[in-house]
């Protein structure tokens, strides 16, 4: 790449949302009632699962984690969001730019990570039922979800540090609401095929790896209900993990629908609108899919705060 007028940038200018000036005010409302909604469900899920003995399980300890995720993968944008709709000048200080980025990647990749460890405890749970207690042992559990953040973090690191040797041109003006990775790259100055290369090769191994992980443990999971095929195993399988699959769906969906279905008219509009889905949308949904189509976090929802002893079984 031509050097072009290289300079130290010092802050970038956020375009923000594609939304009419008129508009604004509108937005702002409906942004903040989402972002509030999304930090109530999370932490709503976290407590439950924290205060009830009874979702002291392996799926659960996963949830938290996800839900915990969602948290911080809203709060890494939406606040910024909300107050350049507020500000005259959009900007963002360059090391705010680089710290929002790095914790972008850390909990967007944790989310991929924590589905396939919830993909593989179903897994054990239908096909393994009488071994699941051994198999999903508190060690195990543990170790995927170390395991999980420490690949998270490393990789979000990777890209933060090839970022942070880049030289930026003068116009330092970004068309999204947040310091996206691609976004950044096309304001470079400097060469940036170094990078291209590592978000081809580790896109590949933190994206497509764990859902062709999470399709192979449901592939197995479909060919076990096959083999003794009946309408009440079919429907507890649904029930068991109809919630992980709205997840899953609406978490790649987006990213499927943003990077492996391109447009030439209105990209930029478009990555922005998919950006939304996945950061702000999904985050904000995942609560009451887990709430409302889960009889344990029902459950637990009246022992936590209406004191109603109910049934259950399978502890941890």
């Known amino acids: 790449m031509t050097e072009r007028n290289q300079t130290v940038v010092s802050d970038f200018l956020l375009l923000g949302l594609p939304i009419k000036p008129e508009q604004w005010n509108l937005f702002y409302v409906l942004f903040l009632a989402m972002y509030v909604t999304t930090v109530l469900g999370n932490l709503l899920i976290i407590v ?9 399980m392996p799926m659960y300890l996963f949830l938290s984690n996800l839900s915990f995720s969602d948290l911080c993968f809203s709060s890494v944008t939406m606040p910024k969001l909300l107050q350049n709709m507020q500000s005259q000048v959009p900007s963002i200080p360059y090391a705010g730019c680089l ?5 972008f990647l850390l909990f967007g990749d944790l989310e991929s990570f924590l589905l396939v460890a919830m993909a593989y405890d179903r897994y054990v749970a239908i096909c393994f039922p009488l071994h699941y207690t051994t198999i999903m ?8 979800v170390v395991l999980s953040w420490v690949l998270t973090m490393f990789h979000a690191m990777l890209h933060t540090l090839l970022m942070a040797r880049l030289w930026f041109c003068a116009d330092h003006t970004i068309p999204h609401f947040f310091c996206d990775m691609s976004a950044l790259l096309k304001l470079a100055c400097s060469d940036t095929r170094v990078n291209e290369l590592v978000i081809f090769i580790m896109g590949g191994l933190i ?4 859902f062709l992980l999470i399709i192979m443990s449901y592939a197995r999971i479909v060919s076990s ?20 699959l709205s997840v899953v769906s609406l978490f790649y969906g987006t990213i499927i629908g943003l ?5 030439t008219n209105n990209s930029t509009v478009k ?8 950061t702000v949308v999904t985050p904000m949904l995942n609560p009451f899919i887990y709430s409302l189509r889960n009889r344990d976090m029902k459950g637990a929802l009246g022992r936590v705060f209406w004191k109603k002893k109910e ?6």
């Open 311 to 316: 049934p259950f079984s399978l502890k941890w």
């Open 99 to 103: 710290t929002q980025m790095y914790f």
């Open 207 to 210: 994206l497509v790896i764990p």
């Open 225 to 244: 209900i096959l083999k003794v095929p009946s309408a009440r195993g079919i429907c507890k399988t649904f029930s068991t993990c109809g919630s992980h």
């Open 48 to 56: 439950l699962i924290r205060l009830d003995s009874h979702l002291h």
């Open 271 to 278: 990555e922005t609108v998919m950006a939304m889905m996945y």
């Open 259 to 263: 990077y492996l279905c391109p447009s």
């Open 137 to 144: 042992s508190p060690k195990l559990c543990l170790s995927l």
